[in-house]
T-cell receptor
Framework: AQKVTQAQTEISVVEKEDVTLDCVYE???????LFWYKQPPSGELVFLIR??????QNEISGRYSWNFQKSTSSFNFTITASQVVDSAVYFC????????????FGTGTRLQVTL | ETGVTQTPRHLVMGMTNKKSLKCEQH?????MYWYKQSAKKPLELMFV???????ENNSVPSRFSPECPNSSHLFLHLHTLQPEDSALYLC????????????FGSGTQLSVL
């Protein structure tokens, strides 16, 4: 069975602070895919990144960076110099490579960035 | 125009009503999904359609009835719902392979009185 744990329910930061959102996963699959999605107040989830289990390189995209560590089964997401527009709920998700595998989401972390 | 459009955005219904949620995607995708989002719970996958055929029903009660007349449209017919069915219902689409990202609509916020 697959499981995604986002232990942080809510985080509040002041604009320009750095913030890290944690994601820990469990899977028996040797090949799998990890995702992060952002859900702004408008409701639709927006894809941020996909990482394959065989690619442990960290990735940076502007103010966003992701730290994938297979040894600890974690796929953490860091926002540098946070902005008010980053306020949203962020979901980590996992899917195995098999066709019968389902996309499993965590419970999400609500990030509130204030001035 | 957004890639995945859901209507209505908000719906209030009584337990004896029948209503339908609509989803339309303009992305040329082959797979469409219904998810339920309740407070403090992970997103729950309800149904999956690939090329108009239902490929997954995640033990959803029969008071929820999906319909996929073509690859671009997906409906969720609602009948005799319960108050605990109140949630945000999200539609998504994808190309259909396991590693592809999902494109979501803005959802229908459903309240069952």
């Amino acid at each position: 069975a697959q499981k995604v744990t986002q232990a942080q329910t809510e985080i509040s930061v002041v604009e320009k602070e750095d913030v890290t959102l944690d994601c820990v996963y469990e899977t028996r699959d040797t090949t799998y895919y990890l995702f992060w999605y952002k859900q702004p107040p408008s409701g639709e989830l927006v894809f941020l990144i996909r990482r394959n289990s065989f690619d442990e390189q960290n990735e940076i995209s502007g103010r966003y960076s992701w730290n994938f560590q297979k040894s600890t089964s974690s796929f953490n997401f860091t926002i540098t110099a946070s902005q008010v527009v980053d306020s949203a709920v962020y979901f980590c998700a996992l899917r195995g490579a098999g066709t019968a595998s389902k996309l499993t989401f965590g419970t999400g972390t609500r990030l509130q960035v204030t001035l | 125009e957004t890639g995945v459009t859901q209507t209505p955005r908000h719906l209030v219904m009584g337990m004896t009503n029948k209503k339908s949620l609509k989803c339309e995607q303009h992305l040329g995708h082959n797979a469409m999904y219904w998810y339920k989002q309740s407070a403090k719970k992970p997103l729950e996958l309800m149904f999956v359609y690939n090329f108009k055929e239902q490929t997954e029903n995640n033990s959803v009660p029969s008071r929820f009835s999906p319909e996929c007349p073509n690859s671009s449209h997906l409906f969720l017919h609602l009948h005799t719902l319960q108050p605990e069915d109140s949630a945000l219902y999200l539609c998504a689409s994808s190309g259909g392979t396991v590693f592809e990202k999902l494109f979501f609509g803005s959802g229908t916020q459903l309240s069952v009185l």
